[in-house]
C-alpha cells in the first residue's frame, strides 16, 4: 500500500497554522481536515496542502513524518516555496 506523508497550511486565517500528517488516502484526509473531522488541532481552520511524499510502506512515511513534524525550519521552507509557486 502507497501512504503520503502530506503538510498542509491554513487559508486566509487570522492564524498562520501548519500541520503534518499522514495517510493512504490525501483527497480524503484533506476533505476530513476541512469538515472538522480530521485531527484534534486542525478544527475550525480550512487548509490547503502544500506538499506530499509518497512512501512504500507504513514504516516509512511515519518516520519521516515525525522528523518533519519536528523540524520547523523545514516545514517553514516547504510553504514559502508553496506560496511563491501561488504568486
Known amino acids: 500500500m502507497i501512504y503520503y506523508v502530506y503538510l498542509i497550511k491554513t ?9 503534518v500528517g499522514f495517510t493512504n488516502n490525501i483527497k480524503n484526509r484533506i476533505d476530513k481536515h476541512n469538515s472538522n473531522k480530521g485531527a484534534k488541532a486542525t ?5 490547503e496542502l502544500v506538499y506530499k ?18 523540524n520547523r525550519i523545514k516545514r517553514n521552507i516547504l510553504i514559502n516555496a508553496h506560496n511563491k509557486k501561488q504568486n
Not at 512504500?56 to 519521516?64: G, L, P
Request: charged letters at 40%.
Open 43 to 47: 478544527k475550525g481552520y480550512k487548509w
Open 11 to 19: 487559508i486566509n486565517g487570522l492564524k498562520n497554522k501548519s500541520y
Open 53 to 70: 511524499k509518497r512512501f512504500i510502506n507504513k514504516s516509512k512515511a511515519m518516520s519521516f513524518e515525525y522528523k518533519l513534524k519536528k
